[in-house]
């Protein structure tokens, strides 16, 4: 970090701390063999795949669902959550805009000094850091103590807070126009069907 705007020093009231003395880092958990518990409804069951293709913060479409009897052995979010992927394609933070549980390839945070919003933007900024600091056979895994003894600055509550009045404001509007767009998304899919088919054709929906 290069403190620019406060000429290249470090403000006096920050301190260099880790980040698990401030967030509460909890990971998900599977019920096994997962096989048993998949439903085509139920409760919506968060994949790796289902953000890693996503451009926006927020997460709205989860495709796959468990059963009610999977829930003992997994987490549950509400919405409003902040997730991040530790496996597979690790360091990938997303905003929940639906309940869902999540398998252990799934970072969460019970508790922060920190808003949502600042975590979403820090992970994005520290992703190549924690790439290099995971480790696996296979894949790269970000493990709950790497994330927990990550090395950082703590900005003073008043920076804090001057930050999340600058920066809320920019992620309500983003899900804002996510939520438009995923909705014009489903038109699309409902309508191009039938115009293909020619059950229904331009002046009809206009009509409409």
Not at 88 to 95: E, S
Not at 130 to 155: C, E, H, Q, R, W
Request: glycine content about 6%.
């Amino acid at each position: 970090m290069s403190f620019e705007p406060w000429g290249g020093v470090m403000p006096s009231k920050w301190r260099e701390r880790t980040l698990g003395q401030f967030v509460d880092i909890k990971r998900g958990g599977s019920p096994r063999p997962i096989q048993d518990f998949l439903s085509d409804a139920g409760f919506r069951w968060l994949k790796i795949s289902d953000v890693t293709s996503l451009q926006t913060p927020f997460v709205l479409d989860i495709k796959e669902h468990i059963k009610e009897g999977g829930l003992k052995k997994t987490v549950f979010l509400k919405s409003g959550s902040l997730v991040l992927s530790n496996s597979a394609t690790p360091g990938i933070p997303k905003i929940l805009c639906v309940d869902t549980c999540i398998h252990d390839g799934w970072l969460y945070f019970p508790s922060s000094i920190f808003s949502k919003e600042y975590l979403y933007l820090f992970f994005k900024y520290i992703r190549h850091d924690l790439i290099a600091l995971g480790n696996g056979s296979v894949f790269t895994n970000l493990k709950t103590d790497i994330l927990k003894n990550y090395a950082t600055n703590i900005p003073d509550e008043q920076t804090l807070q001057k930050f999340d009045e600058l920066i809320m404001p920019l992620f309500l509007t983003m899900e804002s126009y996510t939520r438009e767009s995923a909705h014009l998304s489903n038109l699309r899919d409902f309508f191009l069907p039938h115009l293909m088919s020619g059950e229904l054709s331009v002046p009809d929906l206009a009509a409409k």
